[in-house]
């Protein structure tokens, strides 16, 4: 009998990014989890794990993946572990692949026979469940878990079935109409749920890690709130304006001066007004994320005397003014061997050197954006000697700015 569960628990770790469950199934059971069979809490399911764990022996066919859609519009993968004794069962789930409307709740409530003073707590439920536009990224796991479980994709298929409703259908008894305890902790905890993943958001952002912010922006997307607006776009717009300033309060407290914060906060206010449908403000509120952690990446102060923070903040807020030793020296009010020393011992290069790169990176930036004549360019950067600029760009960059831009030219 072959053990699985080294590479089934890697499965499970990873779809737990998606908040969707992986569970197992066998005939050892005697209890199910609430949470994995969906709404048998909600509408008061009556039925014996045992017999499900029956069923399954008796419909589930080896080699086979089946993508479930139940009574209850719920989705889930399922699958029977190959060689194992007992019978060992596998699925994802539950999910949804459409967005359930207030109006799918009421069919569901009448179908049902759920009271009025359950309607909300039906709704959450629905909220709650990860929403994906379809299951090709999950399938596409299951291909490559499939390929060990069975040796190869031509071994195993994928089946669209019904046959197993049970998952999240049996015999359902009306709760009654009353608003129970247990009703007002479940918004309590969906609300906990969504401070929490925005707040470890935040803290990924101020830290500049990209790859953590994506993933809890991911799951925060995935967290369906409930519409507050009857134009979808509307509500999409303010969710975008509450995801700016949860980015910028992020990028403050990764000490990214407000400068910076305020361009790109205006920048992103000024886009999100332009969303035209629930997909590009997707797309830009994920954009947005991915950017704040650059900023802070590039722009962060932290670890910085306040002396040489205002250095930098002057130097990146202005590129073409006269950023000398002497001059932010006079310009702060210090010694400049004070000032030299200090700065080298922080950032680990002298102020002038700090100075150069920062206007060949902007110029470098101006290289593959613009036409623009190279001794304008030079200009903007605040070099108005071009034969410095052309000196200074070929040390740091290794080219003149004439065989970068040809470079350039190739590649395009």
Known sequence: ??????????????????????????????????DTMGLRHILNYEFDPKAIVEMLESQCKP?????LYTPLLCNYLLFRLPDTIPADYAYIGPYLLQEITNQDVYILADKFH???GHLKQLEHYYQTLPQFSD??????ILYTLGGYLWGNSDNFTIKKSTEFSHLDSHTITPLSDIQTSEEALLSMQLLEQRYDLE????????????HKAELYFSQLMNQKLERRHSNPIRDKKNAGIILNTILRIAADKGNVHPIHIDEISSRYARKLELINSEAVGNALMKEMVRKYCLLVK???LKGYSLLVRKVITRINADLTADLSLKSQAAALNVNASYLSTLFKKETGTTLTEYVNRKRIEHAILLLNTTDMQIQMIAQYCGISDVNYFTKTFKKIIGKTPKEYREMINLLS
Do not use: C
Request: net charge negative; no cysteine; aromatic share 8%.
């Open 63 to 67: 080699n086979t993946i089946y993508q």
């Open 135 to 140: 299951d090709t990224m999950l399938q596409t």
């Open 298 to 300: 590039n722009h962060s």
């Open 1 to 34: 009998m072959k053990n699985y569960d080294r590479e089934l628990d890697f499965v499970k770790e990873l779809l737990t990014n998606f908040r969707l469950p992986f569970k197992r199934l066998s005939e050892s059971i005697t209890v199910l989890d609430d």
């Open 199 to 210: 707040h470890k958001l935040s803290q990924a952002v101020s830290a500049g890690q990209t």
């Open 114 to 116: 759920v009271e009025s």
